[in-house]
């Protein structure tokens, strides 16, 4: 196994234009998988960080996208997948 980390960038705006400020980030859910149609596995990082260790994933390409969901539980339009490859 190999190590890469996934950072994005926090937002400041919600999807209806107004502000969103970083302490109203309670979490952010990764969703990924081998492709973007396929990206049915999940995790959680806190509102606190804007990066994900790839620590232990086994070689190959990882399809990854990411969105916030604030303290009153609404949640953003996911991205844009990006790829990944871990030699």
Not at 3 to 31: C, H, K, M, N, Q
Not at 41 to 62: C, D, E, F, M, R
Not at 71 to 85: F, H, I
Request: zero cysteines.
């Amino acid at each position: 196994t190999s190590a890469s980390t996934l950072v994005w960038t926090t937002p400041v705006e919600r999807t209806d234009g107004t502000a969103l400020y970083p302490y109203e980030i309670d979490r952010y859910e990764l969703f990924y998988g081998n492709s973007p149609s396929s990206m049915t596995k999940s995790v959680t990082v806190p509102g606190t960080q804007n990066s994900y260790s790839l620590n232990g994933y086994t070689q190959g390409t990882y399809s990854f996208s990411v969105l916030a969901v604030d303290t009153d539980g609404l949640k953003s339009s996911q991205s844009n997948p990006v790829s990944v490859t871990i030699k």
